[in-house]
C-alpha cells in the first residue's frame, strides 16, 4: 500500500513516497531524497538497499521462506524438472507440455559447442580453477554468436538464452575432461538436462554410459535449488552489468565471477575443504567452534550464516533430509557427513551462533552430495552456477523490460581535499 515517509533534517520536513510488495514488505522511494534535502542514503553492501522491484522470487529470512514465482521451493524441487523450473524464471510461469517441449527442444537443439572454443581448454593449463575457465569460455561465447548480442532484440534475446542454457552444462564438462586429459564426449541430445551432463562428465568413448535415472533426478533437484535467490551478490552483478546494456554473455559472465567468492558461490568448496581439514585435525568441532567464535583467529564456519535467512535456509533442510538418503543410493560411506552432522549439532547449541542467527546454509551439506556423485572439489561452485543460471538470465532480462536506469551508485568521498603536485625532485 502506498504511503508517505517524512523526515525532519535540519529545518526541512520532507516526505517521500513509500510501496509495500505483494508480500508485504515496505520500503520508502529515496530517488529525490539527494534533491530534496543535499543527502545521499549511505549504506556499503546494500545491506538495507532494495534495487529494484522484482516478481520472481520472495524470500522471508525471518521464517526460512523461498518461493519462486509464488511456488514454494519444496514443492517444485519435487514435482517440477530444472527444465521446467528454468521456464518458470525466465517466462514467468510454469510451462504447458507444449511450451516445454518447445523450451527443451531450443535448449538442447543448443548444446554444442563451436569447435573452436574446445581450443580455449587446451590452452588454458590444465590446473585452471574451472570457474576461472567457465568465466572466460562465456564471455567467448560472445565472440563466437554475434548473431544474438543486442538486449533490446527480443529473437536475439531468446537466441541467447537458449544457447547459453544449453551450452553451460558442455563447457564444464568439456573442461573437466580437458583437465584429466581425457577425450571429450559431445552432448548426447536423447538425454536430459543433468543426465546429459553426467554423461559429458564421466562417459567414456569405449564403453556405453548407462545414465543412473534416480543420480540424474538427484542433481536436476540440486539445480532447482539452486536456480534462484533474488537479489545475491552475483545476481546483483548480472543486474549492474545488464544495465548498461551489455549482451547476456557478458553480464553472465559478471555472475560467474562474483559467485567464485569464497563468501558466495565459493562456499561449497570451502565447506568440504573445512570439513577435510576438522577430519584430518582429528575430529573434534568443538575445536572449530571455539575458533569461529574467536573473531582474532579469521576463521569463519564456512556453510554457516546469510545475509537474508536468520532461520535455517529452506534449501540446506532439503540436502539435509535428503543427503543420507543420496549416499545411501549410490553406497558411498563419507566420513565429512558425520563431521557435518556433529558441528551442526554443536554450532546450534552453542550461543554464539544462536545469538547471531547463524545456521546452516545451501552450501553446507550440497558438497557432500556433490562429492557423492563423483563431481571434483573443485567443480562445486560450477554446479552452482549451472543452477542459478536460469535466476540470473531472469533477473537479467526482468531488468531490462523494466527499463531501469544504468545502475550508478553515488558515494561519500573521505579522501584528501584539493592539493598541488609537488614536483618528484622535491617530494
Ligand atoms: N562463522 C562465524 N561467525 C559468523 C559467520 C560464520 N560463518 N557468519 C557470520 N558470522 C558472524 C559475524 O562475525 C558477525 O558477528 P558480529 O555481529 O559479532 O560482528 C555476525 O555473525 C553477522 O555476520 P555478518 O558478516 O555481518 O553477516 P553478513 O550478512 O554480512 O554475511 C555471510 C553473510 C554469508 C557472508 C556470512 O554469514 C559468512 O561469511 N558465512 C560463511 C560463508 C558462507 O557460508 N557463504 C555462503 C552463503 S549462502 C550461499 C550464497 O549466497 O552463495
Known amino acids: 500500500m502506498a504511503g508517505t515517509a517524512n523526515l525532519n533534517l535540519g529545518d526541512k520536513s520532507v516526505d517521500f513516497a513509500t510501496t509495500q510488495g505483494s508480500e508485504g514488505e515496505k520500503a520508502i522511494l529515496i530517488k529525490p531524497f539527494r534533491q530534496a534535502t543535499g543527502y545521499v542514503a549511505l549504506d556499503p553492501g546494500f545491506v538495507n538497499t532494495a534495487s529494484c522491484e522484482s516478481s520472481i522470487t520472495f524470500i522471508n529470512g525471518e521464517e526460512g521462506v523461498l518461493h519462486y514465482r509464488g511456488y514454494p521451493i519444496a514443492d517444485l524441487v519435487e514435482n517440477t524438472s530444472f527444465l521446467e523450473v528454468a521456464h518458470l524464471l525466465i517466462e514467468g510461469h510454469l510451462p504447458t507440455q507444449e511450451e516445454y517441449e518447445g523450451f527443451k527442444n ?36 560472445a565472440t563466437f554468436y554475434q548473431d544474438s548480442l543486442d538486449p533490446m532484440n527480443e529473437d536475439q534475446v531468446r537466441l541467447s538464452i537458449h544457447r547459453l542454457i544449453g551450452k553451460l552444462p558442455t563447457i564444464a564438462a568439456f573442461h573437466y575432461k580437458r583437465s584429466r586429459g581425457q577425450a571429450y564426449i559431445y552432448p548426447d541430445n536423447r538425454l536430459d538436462y543433468a543426465a546429459n551432463f553426467m554423461k559429458m562428465m564421466f562417459g567414456f568413448h569405449t564403453e556405453p554410459y548407462e545414465v543412473d535415472e534416480e543420480v540424474a533426478r538427484i542433481l536436476d533437484q540440486l539445480l532447482i535449488l539452486h536456480a534462484d535467490h533474488e537479489q545475491n551478490c552475483s545476481t546483483t552483478a548480472v543486474r549492474v552489468v545488464g544495465s548498461s546494456q551489455a549482451n547476456l554473455y557478458a553480464s553472465v559472465t559478471s555472475g560467474i565471477c562474483a559467485l567464485s567468492g569464497p563468501l558466495h558461490g565459493g562456499a561449497n568448496q570451502a565447506v568440504l575443504e573445512m570439513l577435510q581439514t576438522i577430519h584430518d585435525d582429528g575430529g573434534d568441532v568443538q575445536k572449530f567452534v571455539e575458533l569461529a567464535r574467536d573473531k582474532t583467529s579469521g576463521f569463519r564456519l564456512m556453510g554457516f550464516g546469510h545475509r537474508v535467512y536468520k532461520a535455517y535456509d529452506p534449501r540446506a533442510h532439503f540436502l539435509q533430509q535428503k543427503v543420507e538418503v543420496v549416499l545411501r543410493k549410490l553406497k558411498v560411506n563419507d566420513p565429512l557427513l558425520n563431521i557435518a552432522r556433529k558441528l551442526e549439532e554443536v554450532a546450534l547449541s552453542d550461543s554464539y551462533f544462536k545469538d547471531r542467527n547463524l545456521y546452516p546454509n545451501v552450501d553446507f551439506y550440497s558438497g557432500i552430495i556433490y562429492r557423492a556423485l563423483g563431481i571434483p572439489v573443485n567443480m562445486f561452485t560450477v554446479m552452482f552456477a549451472l543452477g542459478r543460471l536460469p535466476g540470473w538470465i531472469a533477473q537479467w532480462k526482468e531488468n531490462l523490460e523494466k527499463g531501469y536506469p544504468i545502475c550508478r551508485p553515488r558515494q561519500i568521498y573521505t579522501g584528501e581535499t584539493m592539493r598541488k603536485v609537488i614536483p618528484m625532485s622535491e617530494r
Open 106 to 141: 531450443s535448449i538442447t537443439y543448443h548444446t554444442l559447442l563451436h569447435e573452436n572454443l574446445k581450443r580455449l581448454f587446451e590452452l588454458v593449463p590444465t590446473d585452471a580453477h574451472p570457474m576461472s575457465v567457465l568465466s572466460a569460455a562465456v564471455s567467448a561465447l
